[in-house]
């Protein structure tokens, strides 16, 4: 099935939803640019989730994707909350923080039935899932107005248990992706290997179109994920630096420095793994602390060290997301990154 069947976009182009850097303005960009944009959802309340679709669907008539997680909220632990606080204690003293008076965190929400009623007003053509898939009844709904659905493997045993459940479309994200894994059958991260490794094991295993995610960063990297079997390639970090991204400039400054050639996985920020730039936080705690939370309880203890600093022009304490090549992160405008991305690589219009 080629993209115009599947998808209804011209160009093999992904843009990957990226919570904390963007809103509805980069996806309409990229849809209105023949790609596919989307919109990051799992930290959106009701009334924020009807007021981006209303944006995006007076901006553009082309479609976009809607990404939400499934992970399983955890139950707090109070003990390794402490734990947690206790190693935080040295940089809540050094920034005047008072620990007995940090707010709880909204934090990212699985997708839900009152997700659903919200979308369902707007129809989404797409629905894309992080951590699985949600319940059969939430599938449902999505294919009752018509939307085709995605979900991120990081392995092969995740691409196929996707496709047993009816997905229409399998992102193979490898290690190199910057954000979170999407992982969801097995958490060790020593087990996940890179997207050109991973993309042939998946496009062989399945029988759905497969989407490369991870290190593509130009037209180049986009041609050779085609050129292994993908349909096409989705992109976070290279729409980093575009005006249309909300990306803070404390973000900005780190992706145009040298510090952006050392990613690493983290669970500091978040509680599950997630690639980044490295910063202060990482290389004193260690990328990946036993004592943070699950998934996504740490950020409460953490936001209150990454305001203070971020408020000192500091990005110590930020999440800074970025995938191993950001060779391909640019300040130009985004339906511009979109046209070049696809390029006139005669492999990729072929899959068109």
């Known amino acids: 099935m080629n993209l115009k069947e599947l998808l209804g976009i011209d160009l093999p182009i992904i843009q990957a939803p990226m919570a904390g850097v963007q809103d509805h303005a980069l996806a309409v960009a990229v849809s209105n640019a023949g790609g596919l944009g989307s919109l990051p959802c799992a930290m959106l309340s009701s009334d924020a989730l009807q007021k981006e679709l209303s944006a995006i669907t007076r901006q553009t008539a082309m479609p976009y994707n809607v990404n939400f997680f499934c ?52 129809k989404p053509p ?14 449902a709904r999505i294919r009752g107005w018509g939307g085709k659905i995605m979900s991120t493997a990081t392995s092969v045993d995740e691409a196929l248990w996707l496709e047993a459940r009816g997905v229409d479309a399998i992102i193979a994200q490898g290690l190199e992706a910057g954000g979170h894994r999407g992982s969801f059958l097995v958490r060790d991260i020593s087990t996940q290997v890179g997207t050109f490794a991973l993309l042939p094991l998946v496009v062989q295993a399945v029988k759905v179109p497969v989407i490369a995610a991870g290190g593509i960063a130009d037209s180049k990297g986009v041609a050779a994920a085609i050129g292994l079997g993908a349909t096409a390639a989705q992109l976070g970090t290279a729409y980093l630096l575009c005006p249309e991204a909300t990306t803070s400039s404390i973000h900005r400054a780190a992706l145009q420095s040298d510090a952006a050639r050392v990613t690493a996985l983290t669970n500091l920020f978040s ?63 985004a339906g511009q990154l979109t046209r070049d991305l696809a390029g006139a690589n005669a492999s990729i219009k072929a899959v068109i």
Request: net charge negative; with cysteine.
């Open 71 to 122: 992970h399983v909220p955890p139950v707090p632990d109070p003990k390794r909350e402490r734990q947690w606080r206790q190693a935080l204690a040295p940089y809540y003293i050094e920034l005047g923080i008072d620990v007995d008076n940090i707010p709880e965190q909204a934090g990212r929400r699985p997708f839900s039935h009152e997700a659903a009623d919200v979308l369902e007003e707007f």
């Open 126 to 139: 797409v629905v894309s899932f992080h951590f699985g898939l949600p319940a059969a009844d939430l599938m």
């Open 271 to 333: 509680g599950g793994p997630a690639r980044g730039i490295v910063n202060r936080l990482m290389r004193e705690l260690g990328p990946i602390n036993s004592a943070a939370p699950d998934f996504p309880l740490a950020t409460t203890a953490i936001a209150p060290l990454r305001a203070k600093a971020e408020s000192q022009d500091s990005g110590d304490f930020s999440p800074l997301w970025a995938g191993q090549n950001v060779s391909g992160c640019k300040a130009v405008l």
